[in-house]
């Protein structure tokens, strides 16, 4: 039987998602994972037999007072929130890496003295909107003084392996922050499943910590591979863009125990992609062609 606590915990997170929504009411100001989020969890209160649903995701782009920035601030509800903390994490592009991080401790810091109990997403915008205009026009002054001189940036690329990725819903959201995140590569599904990024240093870091958590049991980074690099890395980058592969597959989708990847038709994508080296590093075997 479904909790009355996670049902009235629910309830709020719907609640509080709707002020948002009427707060900013333009298109892309609030972004929402799932679009039928609300049908969906309107149908899970009335059925108490249907498995619990995943969390409720969403961004927001807060707009900065006295300046046209925009600060991002990506929300992740545990399902007893808001009795629980709630993940949040504030991004901004006019804010350097070090900035960002005090402003996210900043934040955390904010909500930890609010009442056990009490909604704090609408508290956590305000309190960016009023705590971030200085952050960002300091960050506008450093951008101007430094805009002439050309810098080299740490640039990384992630070579990850997990015992199985299946879930349309964990797919989803490493493709999602992968664009948003300027990262190209590639992710492919199956048993085993391979993720490779690459991008800014900061960004793949960002991409690492955020599909691991809470806790993705079974998925290693194997392989690292860095450099530093002017612009936007283009000589680095082995991919253009982040893709989904999809290979011929041994077994039924459909039965995840059963469906394992033509390794063989990775290996050959690997050598398309001066990758060869790393099949081995992820599998623990030397890569054969299908015709040797």
């Known amino acids: 039987m479904m909790s009355s606590n996670i049902k009235?915990?629910?309830e709020l997170q719907v609640a509080e998602l709707e002020m948002l929504l009427s707060m900013f009411p333009?298109?892309?100001e609030i972004t929402l994972q799932d679009e039928n989020v609300f049908e969906n969890i309107q149908r899970y209160l009335k059925n108490t037999t249907e498995n619990l649903l995943p969390k409720i995701e969403y961004s927001v782009a807060v707009p900065i007072n006295e300046t046209k920035a925009i600060v991002d601030l990506q929300v992740e509800l545990p399902h007893r929130y808001p009795y629980v903390t709630p993940q949040l994490f504030a991004r901004s592009s006019t804010l350097d890496r070090q900035q960002q991080l005090q402003l996210n401790k900043d934040l955390?810091?904010?909500?930890?003295?609010l009442e056990p109990g009490e909604l704090c997403i609408c508290a956590a915008v305000r309190w960016l909107q009023d705590n971030s205009t200085f952050r960002v026009q300091n960050s506008e002054v450093c951008e101007r003084t430094t805009r002439k001189k050309i810098v080299k940036a740490p640039f990384k690329r992630m070579w990850i392996y997990s015992h199985h990725i299946y879930r349309q819903e964990l797919r989803k959201k490493i493709f999602e922050y992968a664009k948003k995140l300027n990262l190209t590569g590639f992710c492919l599904a199956g048993k085993p499943g391979v993720i490779c990024v690459e991008g800014t240093k900061e960004n793949c870091e960002e991409f690492w910590h955020i599909i691991r958590y809470p806790n993705w049991k079974h998925i290693s980074c194997k392989h690292l591979e860095t450099g530093e690099v002017e612009g936007n890395g283009?000589?680095?980058?082995?991919?253009?863009t982040f893709e989904d592969l999809q290979f011929q597959a041994h077994g039924d989708y459909g039965l995840r125990n059963d469906y394992h990847m033509d390794l063989g038709q990775f290996l050959e994508f690997l050598k398309v992609h001066q990758s060869e080296h790393i099949f081995q590093i992820l599998f623990g075997i030397e890569g054969k062609s299908p015709d040797i």
């Open 8 to 10: 009235d915990s629910l």
């Open 26 to 28: 333009n298109k892309g």
């Open 108 to 113: 955390t810091s904010y909500i930890s003295t």
């Open 234 to 240: 283009e000589n680095f980058r082995l991919f253009q």
